[in-house]
Every structure is written in C-alpha cells, then in structure tokens.
C-alpha cells in the first residue's frame, strides 16, 4: 500500500509572456512543486485561479513540457521518455477535464468515441462493441447511448463519458482537473461516488486538482495546497481541517462558506484582505507575505524554507522555523 | 471482421446519417424563412445541372458552323433562336448553355486543386505553430500581397493560352485565402479539451488533424468554397476576356462577350447574353454563401431554432 | 415587516423550435423591506429567468405569459420601456455573475458608476457623478478610491470588478439588488470578501437582497429566507435555519445531503439519482417524481405549495399527508 506511483521533484514552468518584439516577462506558472503520491490514495490539489495546479497536471503527463525538474512514475524518468515508451506511459496515465461540453469531439459518436484509445493504442479486447458496452455500463450509462452524439447528452452524462474513455485503457494514475465543479450539486455527488468506486475497484491512483474544499475533504487522502506556483503545505486530509498551519490554508478553509447556518454564523473568521498577486511579477521572498496577517521582515525578504512539522505534514513558512 | 462488429459499424455510420438528416431539417427550414438563399440553391442547382446536361439538351451545335445556320448571321432573338446568333450563324443560346459546362469545369478544377493545398498547409501551421507556421504563412502573404488576377493573367499567358493554364494560374492564385481561414479555425479547434484529451490518450498527430481538428474546422471552409465558386467562374471569364482561358471556337462567357464587343451595340444580344449568364450565376454563389454563413452562425441560427 | 416586491404566480416561457419550455411555471413569493432572499436551484431550474423577469428583461423567444409583479403598489409587467428604464438601476438593481461581461472595456470604473448616477438624477454633471463614485467606492471598501475611478476594467481584477459593478448597483441608494450567482466566477478568499460586502450593503443602504445561487453554502452564510426552485416550481420556502434544520421535500433533502462538507467527514454522499427533467415535456404530476425515492401513485397529480409550519411552506404529497392527519 506505501509503495509511490509518482515522484515528482522541483518541477518548473514559466510560460513567456511577448510583447510587440520582445518577451516581456515570465508567467512563473509552476515554481518549484516537489511531491509524491502514493498507489491507490488521492492527493488532492487545491488552490485559487492562478495557483498553478492545473499546469502541473498536465506537466505530470507531459501535455506540456517541463522547464525543470524531475518526474519520475513508476520508477520511470516521464521526461526522458520517447516514442513506444511515451505511447505506454500515455496508456497508463489519463486525465478527465473539468469541461464536459469541450472535451468531448461534437462530431463523433459516442462509439467512436470510446473506441479511439483502443485503436491508438492496438488493443485487442475481442469483441470491441461488448467491451464498450461494458465500459458505459460501470459509468452508469448503457447500450442505448452508444450511437448518440456528445450535444444529446447532459453535462454529467457527459462526464460519465469522459470517465468511460479514461477507463477504456486501464490506466493506473488518473488526474482529475476540476472534474465536477462545472456540475450541479445532486451531479457532482453521483460523479464523486462513481470515481470512488471506481478507486476501489481498480486500484486507481488520483491526482485531484480543485479549488472545492468541500470535495477535497470528502474524496482525498492526502492534500497539498498551492499559491501562485508554490505548495504552500502538504498534510493528511485530516491534518488540513484540523491542524493546517500554513496562514493562507486557514485563510482558505475560513472563506469557504459552510452548508450550514448554525456552523456559518456562529465561526470566527479570519480578517480576509488582498486579493493574489499577478504570477507575473510574484512578491520577493514569501508570496503570501502581502496579505499574510503574520507577515514578519524575514518574509519579505527570505523565500520560506521547508519544514516538517510532523511525518507527512510539510509546510514552507518563516513562522515554523526553530531558531 | 465479426459479424457483431461489422454490424456496429453499419449502425454507426446509419447514426452518422441520422444525425445528417437532422442537420438536413434544420437546413430546409432556414432555407424557407430566407427566399434570398432559396434563390441562390435555385440559382447554383440550375447553374450544375445546366453545366451537366446542357451541351446534350441544345437544338444546334455550339461549336461547328452549319451551312443553314451561314444564312443566319447576326441574327437578333427569336424563337429559335432566344438568344439570338453569332456571326457564323451559331446559335447563341446553345452556346451560353455550353459555356456553362466550362465555367463549371474551370471552377470545379480550381477547387480540387486549391483547397486541399491550402487545407492541407492551414491544418499543419494552424496546429504546429513556431518555425512551420512562419514560413508557411510568410509564402502565403507573399502570394497575397499581389493582386490575384494580375498574378494569374501573368502565369496563364507565360503557360499558353488555354483551359488548362488558365484553371492552373487560377489555382495558384487562390489557395492561400484557404490556408489563411483553416489556420484561423485550427487555431480555435486545438484549444479545445478534446484535442488535449487526444493527445493525453496517445493518439497519433495525423488522426488528431484529421479526425477531430478538421471536421470541426469545416464550417468557415464551406461557405469560402461557395462564394470562391463564384469568383473563380468570374476570374475564368475575366481571362478568357482578355483572350487567355478556354480558346475558340469552344464558347467561353467571357470569350463571347469579347467577340460581341465588335458588333456593340447594334447587335446588343451576342454580349448581352453571356454577361447576363455571369452576373446571374456569381450572384447565385454569393446569395447561396450568405445562406449557408447565416445558417452556420449559432446566434442566428439559435433564434430561427427558437422561432421555428 | 414591510412587503417591497411581491410576484404572483409569474409564467415565462421559451418558444423555441423543439417546443415550448415553460421556464417559471406559476412562481409566487414576496421580498421584505431590508432581508436577503435567496433562490437556490440548479441549472434549468428557472431561478435566473425568475430573477430577470422581475424587470421585465426577457427577451425573445422568451415571453412573460402571465403573473403580476407588485412593487410599491403598481405592477411592473404593465409598465411601458421608459417607465422602467426609471426603475432599472435606480430602484431596482442587478448584479451578475460574470463583473467582466457587465463592465465596458472603454470606460473607467468611475464612469460606469457615474453614469448610472447621472441617468436617473436630471441635471446632474458627469464630474459631480464622478465625485459620487469616489466616495462610493469608498463606501464600499475599494482601496485607494481616487485613482481606482480612473481605472479601466482591464486593470482590475475579478473581485474588483465585482466591486465596480456593486458599487454601479447601489450608487442610486436601490430599495432592491437583484444578485444573480454573484461570487460563482471568483476564487472562494474573494468570494468571501464580496459576501461580506454584500451583508454589510443591506445594513448600510437599506435595501433588500435577492440572491440567486447554486450554492448552499452561500446561501447558509448569507441569507435571511430560502426559495428552493425545482423545474420552473418553487417546492420549498421557509427561513434559513428552519430549512437547513427541517428540511420538508425529498427535493431539498437530497440537495442538502449531496453537498460534501469541508467540516465534516463523510464516509457516502447521498446523490440524487437521475437527471433534471427535460423542460419541454415536464414529468406530469410533481416534477420531481421521477427522481424521488418516496414517489407514490398520489404523485401523479400535482402538489400545492402549502403552510406546513409556520412560515414554512412545501409543495409534496408527503408533507400535506401528515398535515392533514
């Protein structure tokens, strides 16, 4: 159960930014994210629009190349990959998008649909109809929507789709970038049980990218927290709602507004100010410093080292340092 | 391949025409909220099939000069002759109608060359961007930045005078505008998730141009084709005018309205007619290009969709 | 308390070319001087038409078939486009989701604020206006408020942007906000400065809230009074804390347990099975019948909305069963 399905180490990506002429400056979209995750568990990654966590999920599979930094799955160094080796990882990983209307062609079927990875890939599953059937059958779809097209169908449907082609590969690590928020609550909750299952069942490993607290407490193991490109803390999904350290987790975990009347009114919450620099130009040493209420000399100065608080509870704050 | 497979795919392709025939509807009932396009599908309907049979439908021969029709020189419009005669006696009418079969030809082979060139090299710049779009995009604005029939009368008298030449010079001449307007389209299409979603699978750059960036990119190609059909059938006339294009005695439109010129204005009907056969089928390809523009529109189609 | 606005069994429907969708199907329910309502549902449930039909801004294909909207006595469906250019954005006000799309890309923050003033006080300068939206944005918490005026929307960002449109809402001192999923498009820290703003608003100029949101949270954080929309039907109305306590339809039930809470850790969720229903051919009877778990034959006539205890009304065979016993 301990064993790691993916490492990854100090990985970096700055996208530029042109002017008329010259590149103006560098969009420091991922700056240094450094995590593992374990085979079978859920890290979920959660942050503000900004925060990077959506560029390092496809920086994992490589849908974008890395500036720096090491990937390593299964043992296996993902940036180094080539040809036949890159085509078995792409078999092994997979990833299910937040949008159910783009991410789905509008001219195919849903047959064709579902028979692109096995063509991409010469699988040999027998009878190729039968398998697809079975794959619409564990997303809770069926025979009767095979031959239809994506606009026939709702957003959840849509996704249970999404899901079915990830499923199609057996893949082993699935990232999920946001793969309910564009769902209604009653959907989201059907997804959410379905993605579970479909964990226990196949051993998946998830990579799950959202901004929903909500979510993440419900369906992540373990939880990493992201700022403008940096992990900010890294805990048990437990540790985060009871004992997160880092100032910007708490301001987080105080702005999400609880289902809840009693709990809503009756909290403290922490004094919200500032809204998250531009990524372009990141505030020197910490960049929470500008609205971190804690915000001490060494901080604007001093990026904040790493600290291990507890086993598996990391967090990168000058607050935390023994001196 | 099993039967059970083969079966799917018999009943995959019949969803496919399904789904065709529901565009289909959508279609007639755009056609029938707007008599312009009506009368540009009219107008482009007539033009083909005219093209197609006419020359086997005329009463006299277009091409050879008869002794009973000598008689006839110049001879204004009459019921036999509707559209009046030329100077050999031939029978206009039945020569417009034949011109229609060249026009149609030129234009056709124009389209078969220039769009999959143009096509082709959109998809590629579109989608590969960096190195290979900046050349193919510098090659397309060189080709551009002359102006179009200029360039094609100039490439047409150095290849001879003739059909042949003139379709070439011609599709030289227009398959940049199709690298420019599939460029734009791919640029939008590989943006979308499905496209990543391709990729993230692993399948192969070919099959993601090919299967999921250009049948979504075919919207704007088909509207420029319709409204270029009429511009080439214009251009091809403009060449043969200038007596490059189709040679005699194959009648050409422009050709007959060049030859008409010494007889204007007295005989007003030798250029008359061929002009009218222009003007009327350009405006049938720009009226049927408008219609389709519209009908691609989501916005305008949402509010026929709406009002139905 | 004061009633301000009272719709009556309000009707909008869509003509489009598949059929008609009757979006608002007979919705009723009034606002009180100085609370926040909120209508909570999900997608199609017709909360936004609900919303905009108050001012009569249904375009077409959309028609408003039937129903009255009394504010101040007079019904607004009646009134002619000047009379209620009169009251949009004076009296009557909007917020909506997406502060990008509502702000003109060629004038300053200052300006859309100023001109909203100078349209409906005759007389007034465009430079008076302007010094109204200083203090205004000063009002409303916009940090450095002298030369924000003078920003363009480009140079804000989301949340600001919010800001700038709050501040264009209240500007004329409105008796009414109409909040249409005002946060959905904000990070969650900012979502929680616009909620405060919001709260913080109602107290300062008096004027009541109708909050349209997808969102229970927001609605547990915010609101006084809950309008939960199913299908173009309101199913369920009652206080804040008596529906998150009580909740009455299987409807309501299920939404409140398909939301994970971050403060508690749930082993299942419990979902709603099926879809929403097609709005051209709504299931007969109650709307819902076809995703409820208790659903009996009694379903297949359609329920009123009824009292079930004091201020708190639902519309359900269940409910109205064990009233009558």
Not at chain 2, 27 to 44: D, F, H, Y
Request: charged fraction near 20%; aromatic fraction near 8%.
């Amino acid at each position: 159960m301990n064993e790691t399905i993916l490492i990854v180490r100090n990985l970096r990506k700055y996208f530029p930014v042109k002017g008329i002429f010259f590149t103006k400056g560098y969009i420091k979209a991922v700056d240094g994210v450094t995590f593992t995750v374990l085979r079978g568990s859920t890290l979920a990654l959660v942050g503000e629009s900004g925060s990077g966590k959506s560029t390092v999920g496809r920086l994992i599979l490589r849908l974008i190349e890395p500036d720096d930094g090491e990937i390593l799955f299964n043992g296996m160094n993902v940036r180094k990959l080539k040809n036949t080796d890159l085509l078995e990882f792409r078999r092994r990983t997979a990833i299910v998008f937040q949008d159910p209307y783009s991410s789905l062609n509008p001219r195919m079927t849903v047959y064709n649909i579902l028979k692109e990875p096995l063509e991409a890939h010469n699988i040999d599953v027998g009878d190729v109809e039968e398998y697809i059937v079975s794959l619409l059958e564990r997303v809770g779809l069926g025979k009767e929507h095979l031959y239809r097209f994506p606009h026939e169908f709702s957003g959840g449907q849509r996704q249970r789709i999404s899901i079915a082609r990830v499923l199609a590969l057996k893949p082993e690590l699935i990232v999920l970038d946001e793969p309910t928020s564009s769902l209604d609550v009653s959907v989201q909750a059907q997804i959410l049980n379905l993605l579970k299952d479909l964990q226990e069942s196949d051993k998946l490993t998830y990579l799950f990218i959202t901004h929903d607290l909500g979510v993440v407490r419900y369906i992540a193991s373990m939880v990493a927290v992201m700022y403008l490109g940096k992990i900010v803390e890294i805990a048990d999904t437990d540790s985060i709602f009871s004992d997160s350290r880092h100032p910007y987790t708490r301001m987080l975990l105080s702005s999400i507004p609880v289902p809840d009347p009693k709990v809503a009114r009756a909290r403290e919450k922490a004094k919200l100010t500032g809204e998250p620099p531009s990524p372009l130009n990141p505030p020197p040493g910490c960049r929470f410093h500008p609205r971190c209420p804690y915000a001490m000399d060494i901080c604007r100065k001093e990026e904040p080292p790493v600290v291990e608080i507890e086993k598996r509870h990391i967090v990168c704050c000058h607050l935390y340092v023994r001196r | 391949m099993r039967w059970s497979q083969k079966g799917s795919t018999v009943l995959n392709n019949l969803r496919m025409l399904i789904q065709l025939t529901n565009e289909w509807k959508l279609i007639l009932l755009v056609i029938r909220k707007s008599p312009l396009t009506t009368a540009g599908l009219v107008i482009v309907s007539g033009f083909v099939i005219l093209g197609i049979v006419g020359p086997y439908a005329t009463l006299h021969d277009p091409i050879m000069i008869s002794v009973t029709g000598a008689l006839k020189r110049l001879h204004p419009p009459c019921l036999e002759h509707p559209f009046g005669t030329d100077e050999y006696g031939r029978d206009l009418f039945s020569r417009v109608l034949y011109g229609a079969r060249v026009s149609l030809v030129a234009a056709l082979s124009v389209m078969v060359i220039a769009v999959p060139i143009g096509v082709l090299l959109g998809l590629c710049s579109g989608y590969y961007g960096g190195i290979v779009d900046e050349v193919i995009m510098r090659i397309t604005d060189i080709f551009l930045s002359f102006p179009g029939l200029v360039l094609a009368i100039a490439l047409s008298a150095s290849l001879g005078a003739g059909l042949t030449s003139a379709i070439i010079a011609l599709a030289v001449v227009w398959w940049p505008g199709y690298v420019r307007v599939i460029r734009a389209q791919v640029l939008v299409v590989k943006e979308m998730l499905f496209v990543e979603a391709a990729r993230a699978i692993g399948v192969k750059t070919s099959k993601i141009l090919f299967r999921h960036i250009l049948p979504n990119s075919i919207t704007p190609l088909l509207v420029l084709i319709t409204f270029d059909f009429g511009s080439v059938i214009l251009a091809n006339s403009a060449l043969s005018f200038i007596g490059l294009g189709a040679q005699p005695p194959i009648p050409e439109w422009g050709r007959l309205i060049a030859d008409g010129r010494r007889w204007f204005p007295d005989k007003w009907w030798y250029s008359f007619f061929p002009g009218l056969a222009i003007l009327i089928t350009v405006l049938g390809f720009n009226l049927l290009g408008d219609g389709i523009r519209d009908m691609m529109d989501p916005r305008y189609r949402r509010s026929i969709e709406m009002k139905g | 308390m004061k009633k301000i606005l009272e719709v009556k069994d309000l009707r909008v429907h869509f003509y489009t070319y598949n059929g008609t969708v009757k979006a608002v199907d007979g919705v009723s329910f009034e606002v009180y001087e100085g609370e926040v309502l909120c209508i909570v549902g999900e997608t199609g449930c017709g909360k936004s038409v609900t919303a905009r039909a108050i001012t009569k801004m249904i375009r077409s294909p959309g028609k408003i078939v039937g129903g009255r909207v009394l504010f101040n006595g007079i019904d607004i469906l009646e009134l002619d486009e000047d009379q209620l250019s009169s009251i949009r954005g004076k009296t009557i006000t909007y917020v909506y989701q997406d502060p990008s799309a509502a702000l003109d890309p060629l004038y300053t923050a200052g300006y859309h604020v100023a001109e909203t003033v100078t349209a409906h006080s005759v007389g007034m300068r465009i430079r008076e206006a302007l010094r109204r939206a200083v203090e205004i944005f000063h009002e409303i918490l916009i940090p450095d408020p002298e030369n924000r005026v003078k920003s363009y929307p480009h140079e804000l960002s989301g949340g600001m942007k919010q800001r700038v449109v709050i501040a264009t809402a209240v500007a004329n001192y409105p008796k009414l906000i109409i909040a249409d999923e005002p946060t959905t498009a904000l990070d969650v820290t900012i979502q929680a400065q616009i909620l405060d703003l919001l709260k913080e608003l109602k107290g300062r100029y008096g004027s009541s809230v109708v909050m349209i949101t997808h969102n229970l949270g927001v609605v547990a954080e915010m609101c006084d009074r809950v309008i939960v929309m199913y299908a173009g039907k309101i199913v369920e109305k009652a206080h804040t804390e008596r529906l998150f306590e009580n909740p009455l339809h299987p409807y309501t039930k299920g939404l409140l347990n398909a939301v994970p809470n971050p403060y508690r850790k749930t082993m299942r969720l419990e979902s709603i099975p099926g879809v929403v229903p097609d709005m051209i051919n709504v299931p007969e009877g109650c709307r819902f019948r076809p995703r409820c778990p208790f659903a009996t034959n009694a379903c297949l006539i359609e329920p009123e909305l009824i009292e079930a205890e004091k201020d708190h009304y639902v519309s359900c065979w269940l409910t109205s069963k064990v009233g009558q016993q």
